[in-house]
């Protein structure tokens, strides 16, 4: 089974997202509520409170709480849940010793999506229009393209970004009847000046707007920080902000969309480094990794890959751009060397040398090939 998501716009009318935002506001107030409850529990009677705990006394809560009890009832349980997970994943954290974040407070104007299951709280009409408990008539979906035919729909997101409404819908596909196919292998690497370079030597340019986006989205961070706080003036850069962020991802996501289907399309076997995209991030690489977009496309790759019957093999990433692709021999470079050249007499790109110690690692280690058939191909 594949787990999929697929994501459509909604365009409420006027009095329909006027109450979508007020649904949103009860359950922030229901987490808020249910937070310092734990608190509470925990300091006078050393007590634990769990999920299940705090929804039994769900029914209790809305029978006061009017304008909760107009919302559904497992969307409030999400709500639960959600909190439940967030103190799960601080005790995590405080174990692996990692920097311990207490669950905190979330503000209104944040609180920006609730968890539903389809069928009970949300559904789909006939009409093709959504319907959502305690909202009045039905919402108009954009269905940019279909769900597919043979798709379990799980759970749904309703989620705000910047003003506009989405929809997510957790979808399982059966992946029965996808078989590895047969065809070229190839290695990718994140490029340092570029967005990705393969083992075939080719490299995809970082797009030109990114530079141009970033120094817009500091302009606009600047200018938010200039604003007094609580002012009309603040909230307008805050969303000018919020909306350019979100245009950003909307192009970032469509560049690698295509940039995944693409080398699915072209290869049976794509090799990449097993990163810690997190780490990379905060380390000086933070740049080179283009605001996440690498860990975006490596969940592309998998999904695509994972339909299109392509293996993705994640290798050893120590030293893949320290080593000669054709002699194997370690080439020490800085971060602003750009080529590698090796006393061997192996001169490439960077990022493509790196790209093709990648792909033979995958070879090594996967069934029937060795290092030999690329390094021949690199001397070729
Ligand atoms: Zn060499």
Redesign the pocket.
Known sequence: MIQRSYTYRLYPSNAQSVVLTEMLGAFCDLYNAALPQRIEAYRRQHKTLGYFDQSSELKAVRAVDERLAGFSYSAAQQVLRRLDKAFAAFFRRLKTKAKAGFPRFQAKHRFDSAAFRVGDGLTIRKSKRLGITGVPGEIKVKWHRDLPASAKLGAAVLSRSAGKWFVCFQVTVPDGDVQQRDGASVGIDVGLSSLIATSDGETVATPPWTTHAAKKQRRLQRALARCKRGSKRRLKAKQRLARHSAHTANQRRDVLHKLSRSLVERYAVIALEDLDVDRLARSMLAKAVHNAAWGQLRRFLAYKAASAGTRVEAVDPRGTSQT?P????G?AKTLAERTHT?????VMDRDVAAATVILQRAQAMGPGTGLRSSSQRVAA
């Open positions: 000669c054709a002699c194997g021999a080439v090796c006393p061997c007499g192996c």
